[in-house]
């Protein structure tokens, strides 16, 4: 890895940090779209680490906790806080929010709240890449909670079965909800169970960003040439589950060590070492990324809400007839 790739990984972790902050902050005011919303701080470098080392065309899909991975693949700070803001010139036109976002120009097929829902549709796209004999990967990023999943394991099947160019990835911050992993899996070695449908696998250091490139990329490369593979990638969630959750099932003791696995502040400390930043540019590069991520808000903030008849739009056939709003069916 080059320097330059180095601080990319860094530049592209502390964007996705700054983001959520602002993220928490809209929800705080009372203008994001929605009653619920789940960030993703501490998970930057699996978001990150993976996404640098996808190609153009790749595909993927989301959990509800997947604002940092759309970022790592290129997303729009601006559009994306307008979606969730609910904002006409977000990337689903504010129908999407927080946990619906998708865009099939950077190859998002969808982030979806239903645990495991979006795993399954990995399977397709990888299938097509295949039948028209095209060279990209489809990926499915989902929490430790869908391990427990049955979509999973049907979708394993098909992918190691029909020597797909599909990769699963785990990212593992220990808890579904409020339930600790530990409680909720007699085995904890998520590997081996993909390994047992016969893919590719692999654990990863959700701190140290570049296991995690080191392993994406082999996994990746495997997975591009028909051999599917699973990637879990432990690290530890912050913050409680949604931005209401105060985490009240965890003491904070444990909170605390557990923030003390910070992929950002791990990897700061390895590039100052290495001396291929400096603590002053690292503070000008902060506050560079600060201000991207507050002009984000600002334009999610006064960006323009979606007309109230715009709400039938991209759910009916184009030239189906709308149908009749409540009001306009009383007018009758």
């Known amino acids: 890895m080059t320097n330059k ?18 993220v928490g902050e809209l929800f705080l005011k009372g203008e994001s779209a929605g009653t619920m919303l789940h960030l993703s701080i501490g998970e930057e470098a699996a978001a990150v680490g993976v996404g640098a080392m996808m190609q153009d065309g790749d595909s993927f899909t989301t959990h509800h906790r997947g604002h940092g991975v759309f970022l790592a693949r290129g997303a729009d700070p601006k559009r994306m806080m307008a979606e969730i803001a609910g904002k006409e010139i977000g990337y689903c036109r504010g129908k999407g929010g927080s946990m619906h976002i998708a865009d099939m120009s950077l190859g998002h097929l969808g982030a979806n709240a239903i645990v ?5 549709h990995i399977v397709g796209a990888a299938l097509s890449y295949k039948t028209l004999k095209k060279d990209n990967v489809s990926v499915a990023f989902f929490g430790d909670g869908a391990m427990q999943q049955g979509i999973l394991y049907e979708s394993f099947n098909l992918a190691a079965l029909w020597n797909l160019p599909a990769m699963f990835v785990c990212i593992n911050n220990q808890y579904g909800m409020g339930t600790r992993v530990d409680q909720s899996s007699s085995t904890l070695d998520f590997a081996a169970r993909a390994k047992s449908f016969g893919l590719q696998a692999d654990t990863a250091d959700g701190q140290d960003i570049e296991d995690v490139v080191n392993k994406a990329k082999k996994l990746l490369k495997q997975a591009r040439a028909g051999r599917a593979s699973f990637l879990t990638i432990n690290c530890y969630r912050f913050y409680g589950h949604a931005r209401k959750d105060k985490s009240p099932y965890r003491s904070e003791q444990e ?32 506050k560079e990324i600060d201000l991207e991520m507050d002009a984000a808000l600002s334009f ?3 960006a323009k809400k979606p007309e109230l008849a715009t709400m039938f739009e991209d759910v009916y056939s184009p030239k189906q007839a709308k149908p009749l709003s409540n009001k306009a069916r009383l007018d009758l």
Do not use: H
Request: hydrophobic share 35%.
């Open 5 to 22: 790739q180095r601080l990319y990984l860094l530049e592209q972790m502390l964007r996705i940090r700054s983001f959520e902050e602002r």
């Open 116 to 120: 495991g829902g979006g795993i399954s």
């Open 255 to 286: 909170e605390t060590a557990g923030r003390q696995q910070d992929p950002i502040s791990f990897w700061e400390e390895n590039l100052v070492k290495a001396k291929i930043i400096s603590n002053k540019k690292l503070e000008t590069l902060k």
């Open 300 to 302: 999610a903030e006064n």
